[in-house]
């Protein structure tokens, strides 16, 4: 007996010597993170050591826009390419216009033929006021009857409303006329401000429909960049105040930029405030659509 109580003894003693040494169980493609290796929690706070806030954006400008068409059509003639520098007002292609063009030929001709017609019964109601005034004198003379005094006044009046009605389709003429001319602007594709055409979409010969891109005109100054910024620096950014700006695109290059707008709010989402920021003076190497960057001094 005392020799099987000494065995249990010593097997349970053998248990206890090797409960540390268990193999660890790890789930297939679970990576083993020790806590050395574990990575800290990404914070947008600026160090201590650091004198600015980097803030990147692209560069933009106010006039740049997609050239549309406003009416559909076959195109005629293309007169710019890309690269192409352009002022207000330029053409930069025309639509076929001969079906305008023999419309608003029509319209002319109608509204010439109106005018006329306006003379004619402007000059018969001067002759039916002057019959009217002759009877006036004749039958205050009692020379003529009531009836053909009363004849010679009507006339007149009904001549006068036909003089307003032959005005008023003056008018009408006038203002289809109008219309047609704008229709016909219209196949005129001008160039909104001046600036450079930076893509062409359309090709002669290809018919367009209305709202159609056909061109892609920007503005190539002044460049604008807009940005954020974490929420304490409002109050201290103000508009007027000057910051470098320096682009990865072109080594070397800065410039300075001035403070446009400056959010009154903080965006609840992400905790920042939207500046707008122009560069001063020439843009040198900087072009629209280039990423840049701006440096902000940390507040104190």
Known sequence: MKIALIMV?????????CSDARPTV????????????AAPFASVRAEPSEQSFLASGPLVVENQVDVCALREGVVATISVE???????GDVLAQLDDRQGAADLEAAR???????????????????????????????????????????????????????????????????TER?????????????????????????????????????????EAPLRMRF??????LGHIAKGQQFEVTTPDVEGLKRQAKVL????????????????????GPAGGLRPGMRANIRIPNLR
């Not at 790890?26 to 290796?37: E, H, K």
Request: hydrophobic share 40%; glycine share 6%; aromatic share 6%.
């Open 9 to 17: 003894i010593g097997l349970a003693g053998v248990g206890l010597g």
């Open 26 to 37: 790890v789930a297939a493609g679970s990576p083993v993170v020790t806590p050395a290796a």
């Open 82 to 88: 890309p690269g192409t520098r352009v002022k207000t």
């Open 109 to 175: 001709a109608r509204t010439r033929s109106t005018a006329a017609d306006l003379h004619n019964w402007e000059s018969e109601a001067k002759v039916l006021d002057a019959d009217f005034q002759r009877a006036q004198k004749m039958w205050e003379a009692s020379l003529i009857t009531r009836e053909v005094y009363d004849h010679a006044r009507y006339k007149a009046e009904s001549d006068h409303w036909d003089v307003e009605r032959v005005k008023e389709l003056l008018t009408n003429a006038q203002a």
């Open 179 to 219: 219309s047609l001319e704008l229709e016909l602007e219209k196949t005129r594709i001008r160039a909104p401000f001046e600036g450079i055409v930076a893509r062409r979409y359309v090709r002669a010969g290809q018919r367009v429909g209305l709202g159609d891109r056909l061109f892609w005109v920007t503005a």
């Open 228 to 233: 954020t910024l974490p929420e304490t620096f």
């Open 261 to 280: 707008e400056v959010s009154p709010v903080v965006d609840p989402s992400s905790g920042t405030i939207e500046v707008l920021c122009q560069v001063v």
